[in-house]
């Protein structure tokens, strides 16, 4: 009986360990070997800050990273294939996993091409037209190119992600709703200018805002108590005292029990002490995986801005929600907002501005109808807040990059960006390679029902 050799890319997207059942179901264990891939993505130089080079890319461009938050990265995607493949091995299956590094299609179609496979199977989302290329591109860009058979199982959409109401969603914040805003500090610059942020945005919002003061157990009593009498000295002038909640033990831990067990509407968040030196990008491993296990919007400051005067917002298809939510924050705090949607382009592809009046830009959106009235909706959304629609810009190319090169210092105070993935998945998402190498504060929403947290 033939053994049949399949190629796995996982970690491709939230969706990519549900073709390991269909795999299963069309192929016994007897007739299969398995080769579980991921790859680890790295920046090019456009990003660089200051930091270890570690590799090149395809094209010759340094990749740069923070050294310890790159082995996080890269543990993290080997453990998530390990544990994987220890399902499919006690399963009976043959297994065997690769962790690639570079551009993820570039990675996967090499691996592929450099092997014998009889074949690759990848889910991928269920959608049609331009979106199905911005939602599925990197399933449908490695379908294109290899030359082995592919099995695409489509993931359909569901309601709650191509359509929800206004009924279902929760406002980013909202004073009507008694919102509630946490900020947490460990006593470090970094976290201390977060404070500063959480109070503007407490009486912006009129919103009840506590103050998680963490502590080790290590330095000593002395420490602790200069740690809360600095938090204290911040706030002292605050006409509502906000609530101090000293929690002991690893900082990470502690906050991510915490959020766990009470209802928090923002996290504000700033580098811990564990950040190393670097750029104003650099937020360390800490803050990296508060904000990743997070359930709710969290605000990383970076560099903080007494006044927030510029702000630049990303949108997806259809996501009406995060430019409702950008819309409320730009008007709460005074701000000049800026909207961003990107089309997507071939690997490789220079970055591209598009305008009403190009050809092109006309071709797609005549092609797509979805593409049309999201356009529209933004437009009219824009209006609707008394904002002129000239604020909105169309790029094509690829997401990451295109946000990255419009956020330069000194361009924008805030950059903000969606996010539906949950936590398992949010390392290999936009918005947290946003979070990671922007120059400046970022700002994560994630559109969910009901806040986040137990009641």
Not at 149 to 173: D, G, K, N, Y
Not at 350 to 361: E, G, I, V
Not at 368 to 385: I, P
Request: hydrophobic share 45%; aromatic share 6%.
């Amino acid at each position: 009986m033939p053994v049949h050799k399949i190629a796995i890319p996982l970690e491709v997207s939230e969706i990519s360990a549900d073709i390991l059942p269909v795999v299963c179901r069309f192929f016994p264990p007897e007739q299969a070997e398995l080769i579980l891939l991921a790859v680890a993505r790295p920046l090019a130089e456009f990003v660089a800050h200051s930091n270890e080079a570690i590799g090149t890319t395809p094209t010759g461009h340094a990749l740069v990273a923070n050294r310890s938050e790159w082995d996080a990265y890269r543990r993290g995607l080997e453990e998530r294939l390990n544990r994987e493949a220890r399902h499919l091995l006690e399963a009976g299956y043959r297994v065997h996993t690769h962790l690639l590094t570079g551009d993820t299609v570039h990675e996967i179609f090499s691996f592929v091409e450099q092997a014998d496979f009889d074949l690759v199977a990848m889910a991928t989302h269920g959608r049609d037209g331009l979106s199905r290329q911005v939602f599925g591109s990197t399933a449908e860009h490695i379908a294109q190119l290899v030359s082995a058979p592919m099995l695409l199982v489509s993931h359909p959409a569901s309601a709650t992600t191509e359509a929800a109401t206004t009924e279902q969603q929760v406002r980013f914040l909202s004073a009507g709703q008694h919102p509630i805003i946490a900020v947490a500090t460990d006593g470090s610059q970094h976290t201390q200018q977060a404070i500063r942020l959480a109070v503007q945005l407490s009486q912006a919002f009129n919103a009840e805002l506590k103050v998680l003061v963490t502590v080790s157990a290590r330095p000593g009593a002395a420490y602790d108590q200069q740690v809360m009498s600095t938090t204290q000295e911040l706030l002292h002038e605050q006409t509502t005292q906000p609530e101090l909640i000293p929690l002991v033990g690893p900082t990470g831990e502690v906050i991510g029990r915490y959020l766990d067990e009470h209802s928090v509407d923002l996290l504000v968040l700033g580098a811990f002490k564990d950040r190393s030196a670097g750029s104003s990008a650099t937020i360390g491993i800490t803050a990296q995986r508060v904000a990743q296990h997070a359930p709710m919007s969290v605000w990383m400051v970076k560099n903080y801005q007494a006044t927030i005067r510029r702000m630049l917002v990303s949108l997806a298809v259809g996501d009406t929600f995060l430019l409702d939510s950008a819309l409320q924050l730009a008007k709460a705090l005074g701000a000049e907002l800026h909207v961003l949607h990107v089309l997507p382009a071939p690997v490789g592809a220079t970055l591209q501005r598009m305008h009403m009046d190009d050809k092109t830009f006309h071709s797609l959106v005549t092609q797509d109808a979805r593409l049309a009235a999201f356009l529209q909706n933004t437009v009219q959304t824009l209006e609707t807040w008394g904002v002129d629609r000239s604020v909105l810009e169309v790029w094509r190319g690829d997401t990451l990059r295109t946000i990255l090169e419009l956020a330069q210092p000194g361009h924008y105070d805030l950059i903000i960006v969606g996010n539906h993935s949950g936590p398992n998945f949010f390392l290999d998402t936009i918005a947290n390679s946003v979070l990671s190498y922007a120059p400046t504060s970022v700002l994560v929403v994630r559109n969910r029902s009901g806040k986040g947290g137990k009641s």
